[in-house]
């Protein structure tokens, strides 16, 4: 697949994390696509919209997948890398590929992932980050505790 | 904290285990505890119960907890070896330490949190592994849909 149809992908995890900040959430957002690039489900980190620190964008996403058979097909796209949790489900799940819009404002397990054949491509997109700096910078305690920061 | 403190509290996470088997569901539970022994909040897995994957005994008690501002000093106790999906989540958020049930059925990220510095207490129960061989036998496919394995 080309770079092109993976950002396209991400303008959908972007659009959730830009309506997470919209409601004045953390704004992370994920989807996941078929090998064809068909949007399977998409969702986003809603910590502070539910009082859910258990909803972050890439479980929401899965969530909203429902029961699956198998995820060794599917692409994960995330507006950030993944964190310990969601790098820990993209394993156990063993979903193939995860499209990563950045990876400069957290760095989480994405190297982990890479090392256990997950294919791993982080965009570097400065949508994301900028994005997700403007929120940390306003909210630095919401963003700690979100990542488990004391 | 003593053997028997452990144990006491692996008898709620084994209740939610069974309640789990009674609603015709995966038996697995968990609970967590302040460092005192208090219980914080339990759960178990509900794939089958909600059709929703994304509800793992660890997980499901860790949402139940609410928003905490430090898991460090917390007990997370399960019947079952966690999965990557929940050894992420103790892993990301910092919880201290791990009690688990049973780690001979499945083994998961033990290992990985204890050299990650969780301290982790397997206590090798047979009534953990018997409710869990039990729901195995009977629903394979369920059982290996909830970790993953195709």
Redesign the interface.
């Known amino acids: 697949m080309d770079q092109a149809k993976y950002e396209a992908m991400l303008q959908v995890a972007l659009e959730e994390a830009r309506q997470g900040f919209a409601e004045g959430g953390i704004p992370i957002g994920a989807a996941l696509f078929t090998e064809d690039g068909e949007l399977v489900s998409r969702g986003h980190n809603r910590?502070v919209q539910e009082?859910?620190?258990?909803i972050h964008g890439e479980?929401d996403a899965?969530?909203k997948?429902?029961?699956?058979?198998?995820?060794?097909k599917l692409i994960m796209v995330t507006t950030l890398s993944p964190?310990?949790?969601?790098?820990?489900?993209v394993?156990?799940?063993?979903i193939g590929t995860v499209v990563v819009g950045e990876s400069r404002t957290f760095r989480g397990?994405a190297d982990w992932l890479r090392e256990n054949g997950v294919n791993i491509i982080d965009l570097d997109s400065a949508e994301c980050r900028e994005l997700l700096e403007r929120y940390v910078a306003a909210h630095p305690e919401v963003w700690n505790?979100d990542?488990?920061k004391?």
């Open positions: 910590r009082d859910d620190s258990s479980t899965f969530r997948a429902g029961r699956q058979r198998s995820y060794r964190c310990w949790y969601c790098s820990g489900l394993r156990q799940f063993g397990g505790e990542i488990g004391e």
